[in-house]
């Protein structure tokens, strides 16, 4: 079986490139959330690279900015169902 084009018919070659987002980030931002853990806990892994648990059970040694992103939707929803502290 020959393929062979009609007379006159012409090839079209459709070229597209193709981009990417950049999606570098870095070493613990792959999730790109602010998770909750205890103050305290949080300061003591700042100050001696120990690692943390979260609310939403993640594990990581915090070393970035949190104001820089959202908050964690699972830690937001435990927060959120957690008896409030009393005054006393």
Do not use: N
């Not at 062979?4 to 079209?12: D, E, L, N, S, Y």
């Not at 943390?52 to 169902?81: M, T």
């Amino acid at each position: 079986m020959s393929q062979q084009t009609a007379p006159g018919a012409k090839t079209i070659v459709d070229e597209r490139t193709e981009t990417r987002p950049d999606y570098r980030v870095e070493e613990g931002d792959h999730e790109r959330f602010s998770h909750y853990v205890p103050r305290d806990k949080l300061t003591e892994a700042m100050v001696m690279g120990t690692p943390v648990v979260a609310l939403c059970g993640k594990v990581w040694v915090p070393s970035r900015d949190p104001e820089r992103f959202p908050v964690c939707p699972e830690c937001k929803e435990i927060w959120e169902s957690l008896p409030q502290g009393g005054d006393d």
